[in-house]
């Protein structure tokens, strides 16, 4: 009896120590619809991210302050129609403005850091974006979001670049992003060195009718101890040509 009661001690202390985190990542085609050349459509973005209802929200090809998308902060307006904290990094300048990736949350972001991603080959400037974020119980854990080069040459360094950035990290590392590759390709197998992904429930998510690439992803970084509670692909064909990605993952 006296196992019995410390097992179930046991038991109680694993389940109320564990923290749940909903993850979202979204290209968004700088808020415009495909079905709708020059359209923005900035709401409908927030709707798919509330209807989500995710704790953390990496967003890819973001406009701040460019004349395609009304010279809007895009940045800042998806965290007000979202109710969120952010974080913008610049990728590149684009006219008078920039055009990048942002990371949103419900959660207190402690820090913020900025990379310039490597690039061996000439091509457009990436950046990785990492935030350090407390949860509700007091656990801190990074999330990073990017959007990776569409050469191959340039993946590789980058993805080697921000393996040793898991690597040097103090927390656990969530890395979503457009990462511009498949599963099987080199970059993603780099990756996989140092952080998890799911191989089970992972489905395509470009482009966002007939969908047929799986280039969107959410990883962990390992050695961190975790569990999938759900990983799906979003239905929201409408207002970008990426189909959101979701997932909830359950930290031990």
Same mark, same amino acid.
């Given at each position: ?20 985190? *909903?993850?979202?990542?979204?290209n968004i085609h ?5 079905? *709708? ?46 109710d969120t904290d ?25 820090? *913020? ?78 990756l996989e060195q ?30 961190? *101890? ?27």
């Amino acid at each position: 009896m006296r196992y019995f009661v410390s097992f179930l001690l046991l038991l109680v202390n694993f389940v109320l120590s564990a923290q749940t985190v *909903k993850i979202l990542t979204y290209n968004i085609h700088h808020g415009n619809p495909p079905s *709708k050349p020059g359209f923005i459509d900035l709401e409908a973005i927030a709707a798919v991210i509330n209807e989500a209802d995710a704790d953390i929200i990496g967003v890819q090809e973001v406009d701040v302050n460019v004349s395609r998308s009304g010279n809007v902060d895009q940045a800042k307006r998806l965290a007000e129609l979202t109710d969120t904290d952010y974080f913008f990094s610049k990728g590149i300048d684009l006219e008078k403005g920039e055009y990048g990736v942002l990371i949103l949350t419900k959660h207190k972001i402690l820090s *913020k850091r900025r990379y310039d991603l490597p690039m061996p080959v000439k091509s457009e400037n990436r950046s990785l974006a990492i935030v350090d974020i407390q949860l509700a119980d007091g656990k801190v854990l990074s999330f990073a979001n990017t959007h990776l080069d569409l050469k191959e040459e340039n993946r590789k360094a980058q993805t080697e670049y921000i393996n040793q950035l898991a690597v040097d990290g103090k927390h656990p590392l969530i890395l979503v992003g457009d990462l511009n590759a498949s599963p099987g390709s080199e970059a993603i197998r780099i990756l996989e060195q140092q952080f998890s992904r799911n191989k089970e429930d992972n489905k395509p998510t470009f482009p966002n009718v007939g969908a047929k690439a799986e280039i969107d992803y959410i990883l962990i970084s390992n050695p961190t *101890k975790f569990r999938w509670k759900s990983y799906s692909v979003i239905d929201a064909s409408y207002p970008s040509d990426h189909l959101p990605l979701l997932a909830e993952i359950e930290l031990k």
